[in-house]
């Protein structure tokens, strides 16, 4: 400090106006860095995207209405609780093998392993990364906010087939049927095998 004290009054003596300068320079310089601090910690602190549930939910656009844990149900655009009450899936899927072609935001696939399905395959291919309305984003939210075990492939209705995803109880197909670019105007030769007890139902 002292040696400080020092410099400062022999500048002064030597050259008093380049010494008051320069030290104006030096307070102002303080002063700014002080102003930036200060401003800075005045910011609020940078938040991710999404911080809560919630605002995820919000974010995905769904056309399936699926009840999570915690009361929540995912804001789709269809009524899909009175499609599901109409389809009369059975109560108790204990111990069967569901195909959902078509799943989308996946309602019926859940909804199969709330049921009890030992083994639920969810397939999609136009909505989720195809030419599609949508997107596999409300599928995968759901899945995770339900702690799902349904697995989910991307495939495409002309290449379904008891060879590439083998056969299962219980085959959804809903709302699938007519759609031109679906099985029913594919070039393909889409083809699901089902167990005789629970066969394919179409509730579009
Ligand atoms: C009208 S939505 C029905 C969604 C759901 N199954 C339901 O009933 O709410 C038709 C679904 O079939 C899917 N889809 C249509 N053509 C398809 C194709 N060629 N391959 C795979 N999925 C297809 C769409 O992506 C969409 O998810």
Do not use: N
């Not at 339900?146 to 495939?155: E, F, H, Q, Y």
């Amino acid at each position: 400090m002292k040696t400080r004290l020092r410099r400062i009054v022999s500048e002064l003596a030597r050259d008093p106006v380049h010494a008051l300068t320069l030290a104006r320079d030096r307070l102002e310089t303080t002063l700014i860095r002080r102003q930036a601090k200060a401003s800075l910690r005045c910011l609020p602190t940078p938040r991710p995207p999404y911080s809560s549930i919630d605002e995820r939910i919000m974010a995905v656009h769904w056309v399936h209405r699926i009840p999570l844990p915690g009361g929540k149900v995912t804001p789709g655009d269809w009524d899909t609780g009175t499609a599901l009450r109409r389809l009369h899936l059975p109560d108790d899927l204990s111990g069967k093998t569901v195909l959902d072609v078509g799943a989308w935001d996946g309602l019926y696939s859940f909804e199969a392993e709330r049921r009890g399905a030992k083994r639920v395959l969810a397939t999609d291919h136009f909505c989720w990364s195809g030419a599609g309305w949508g997107t596999r984003s409300g599928f995968d939210l759901a899945h995770e906010l339900l702690g799902s075990k349904v697995t989910a492939r991307d495939i495409d209705i002309p290449d379904l087939s008891p060879a590439s995803v083998g056969i299962f109880d219980v085959v959804l197909f809903l709302g699938v049927l007519y759609h031109p670019e679906g099985a029913a105007g594919g070039s393909g030769t889409g083809r699901v095998g089902d167990r005789r007890d629970a066969g394919p139902r179409d509730a579009g």
